[in-house]
């Protein structure tokens, strides 16, 4: 009967949505932990309550519903899935070979005009160049973006593996969700206002333009190897244990998971190295495809991670993947990449942990299987997956925050120097 | 007469220096380069040299595949320098077709990521690639006519493993075809002028299959592209006759564009499972073939000794071409290509009828515009012939030796023009 009467009201209130309603902005389904706004509270009387599920209520509110669950200190999410209402549509890419996914001057654009569109809250960055010459960019995502605060860092990663096209999509996508519901959403806002997010959506360009343009299933960089093979595989090329055997990554230049020539050999997991260098990264997430699973260090071998950090490191796992599934059900398996999958060396999460001390996550994005698609998500399906992921996100952004501690001194310190793409100077663009 | 014979002798002997000097260049090819671009096959490039202008029947070809020299032999002349045509006498008709064929190394998928092969490819193509007629009325000259401009077929591939059920295949074709009406006549004594309007169109297509799995969980990926192409120029020229021996000619194409709508279609299917996913994408691409210009001259020492040089420019350096809406990197530079021929007509005697047997030789030099790897083709021509008052059959052909990519890749194309004339031509050329 609940669900008649959700199916119900969704539907009038899709039927409200006429072009000329002119009301359909005011609108909106969130959700909040049940636990926050009993029934019998005086505020909860006021609500247009459509169910509790799993613990949280769900709500058509006003803006007025909001400001006054704003007011109260209770924090409420938007549910765009279940209200059949236009969510704040995130662009899609310019069409061309690629479709709705962003290519490598898709995206340039794209993360420009968020830039130019959030003054103050987002900040385009330039971590290095690949070896043809693109840009790898950063966008950092905070209030008062242009100052260092003390607050804690957050880094999203994505397309270390060229044809990997939906984790480009998860952490732009990501990106945008915070600017642009940080005035809409408390849970926002409070995550933007009280951390520093770094998205870096495309580790990989030279891969992702050869992938689009000549050759689908590509999955390295764009390396000239000495035996006339071409590419590195960037997630076998950090310094953390690389090399150590020939199961975990290969020597042979033909190989998809060649480790190259040195650790960092190559200029994309250089520029990654440097920046995170310069940073202190409570949280750390790169996105791939496929599979369907979280994976954390150890990837080098197989033996159990322990010490600082790891049993957080799990925990945060064992949440993310329960928020992915809240979603709409799908499952992602968690667990120690080793155990979990294959033995991998020189991979970005064991760096990440072993030489940072920064709890680190492989995600690997919707399907599970080729049967499935495989490294193909069809284009209706990156919305969908994005949002079982954002959950997931907010989590980790909101623990980072929770267990950061600020430094003895006090004080605002202004921006490190470093290659911006903003504003006047766009040197290497 | 001495001085004459001095001067004839030394520009014979400067042309077999020439000839040595090309032969060494050709068996030397220089250091093979590292390179992570494509060189000189990228997706629309021509089959052969980059260097095109026009069209030429066999027996401009077999005379240093001349495109400048003022050699009019048959009603072909109209595609590079109807001022050529304005010398034909009646009316003149000519057809001809023949064998292209390059061999190429990195191309499409092939070395440049999935698929590697330890020798060259080659692609040949037979054609009827040229039909033009040329009527002179009263000292105008119309010209008509359709050729084969461009060709864009590469060599097909296809390579797969038993063990995986994995099969790979490539393909790529595609022409150009140019259509121009022109108009020239002699203004004064010596001197004839010439204007062509042209109209190009063609189409170039591209298969992709990849397949893997047992039948039974087979996965397969389709990647097709079709791209229409047209676009217009005007070509043109000068020939001035200095002397009864020597002749002067300059001929010019203006810049111009390709351009059409582009669609592709993306398909991942794994039909055991009932999975079909498809990204389909329609664009409109264009690319910017450059301006030309070339001077020519001809210097008959007797009347059955001939020879000829010439040189041209193309404005590479404002080259441009997008794939589905996005500028894709070219670094080209303007180029030059330079040659020289040397004709003897001899006459025998056959069924109690003298035929006229020409018979010439000529050297290219034609520097490729990529500024990565530079690279050069060195070329040999041979032509041969019969004539008999109004009908030719000539025959002609080019082998160009590549330079510079380190793989010396090989250009040829044989060719036969039949024309017929209507009256005798007028004396000289």
Known sequence: MKRIIVFALTACLTASLAPDSGHTDDLRVISLEARLLPREAPAARELDILMEKDGRLYIVSTPRDRATLDALGIRFAFEPSYSGLPAAGPAAAGGGLNGDYHSYPELEAELLELEAAYPGLAAVHILGQSLEGRNIYGLKISDNVGLDEDEAEVLFLGCHHAREWISVEVPLLIARHLLENRTVDSRVRDVVDRSETWIVPLVNPDGLEYSIHVYRYWRKNRRANDDGSFGVDLNRNYGYEWGRDNSGSSPLPQSAVYRGTAPFSEPESAAVRDFVGLRSFLGLVSYHSYGQIILYPWGYARIPVEGEGAERMKALAEGMSGRLEAYRGTRYAFGQASYSLYLTNGDTTDWAFGDHGIPAYTIELSPVSDQDGGFFNAETEILPIFYENLEAALYLIEDCIAVYVPPATDGRAENRPDNRASGGARGGR | ?429
């Not at chain 2, 592209?225 to 001035?240: A, K, M, Q, T, V």
């Open chain 2, 1 to 429: 007469m001495y001085l004459m014979k001095t001067k004839k002798t030394a520009a014979l002997l400067g042309l077999c220096l020439l000839f040595a000097l090309g032969l060494l260049l050709a068996l030397f090819p220089s250091p093979a380069r590292g390179q992570t671009v494509m060189g000189q096959y990228e997706e629309e490039a021509p089959l052969g040299t980059w260097n095109l202008f026009g069209a030429s029947g066999a027996s401009s070809l077999g005379r240093g595949a001349a495109l400048f020299a003022p050699c009019a032999a048959d009603a072909s002349a109209i595609f590079t320098n109807p001022a050529l045509a304005a010398r034909l006498q009646g009316l003149t008709l000519s057809v001809g077709g023949g064998i292209h064929s390059a061999s190429m190394f990195r191309y499409g998928p092939v070395n440049t990521g999935p698929i590697s092969s330890a020798d060259n490819l080659s692609a040949t193509v037979f054609a009827l690639d040229l039909a033009a007629v040329t009527w002179n009325v009263k000292g105008w000259v119309v010209g008509l006519g359709a050729a084969l401009t461009e060709i864009y077929d590469r060599p097909y591939v296809e390579a797969g493993s038993a063990a995986y059920n994995a099969l790979f295949t490539f393909s790529q074709e595609g022409f150009l075809r140019v259509w121009n009406i022109s108009l020239g006549r002699e203004l004064l004594p010596g001197l004839s002028l010439g204007l062509g309007f042209n109209l190009v169109s063609g189409r170039r297509t591209w298969e992709m299959n990849d397949s893997w799995n047992p039948p039974a969980r087979a996965v397969i990926i389709t990647d097709e592209r079709s791209r229409e192409l047209s676009g217009r120029f005007l070509n043109g020229g000068l020939l001035w006759r200095l002397s009864e021996r020597v002749s002067l000619a300059a001929a010019f194409r203006t810049a111009f564009r390709l351009y059409g709508p582009s669609r592709s279609l993306l398909r991942y299917r794994a039909p055991a499972a009932g999975t079909d996913i498809l990204i389909e994408a329609e664009g409109e691409d264009e690319i910017r073939r450059p301006g030309v210009v070339g001077v020519g001259v001809s210097w008959a020492l007797r009347n059955n000794l001939k020879i000829l040089g010439e040189a041209g420019w193309w404005n590479w350096s404002s080259y441009t071409a997008t794939s589905f809406g996005e500028e894709q990197p070219r670094a080209f530079r303007d180029t030059w290509r330079a040659g020289a021929a040397v004709e003897y007509k001899s006459s025998i005697r056959l069924f109690g009828r003298d035929f006229l047997i020409p018979s010439s030789l000529g050297l290219i030099y034609d520097r490729q515009p990529m500024e990565n790897p530079r690279s050069s083709y060195i070329g040999y021509t041979l032509g041969t012939g019969i004539h008999r008052k109004g009908f030719r059959l000539d025959m002609g052909s080019v082998f160009g030796f590549e330079n510079g990519s380190g793989r010396r890749l090989v250009a040829r194309r044989l060719a036969v023009t039949l024309t017929v004339r209507t009256r005798p031509r007028g004396s000289g050329e």
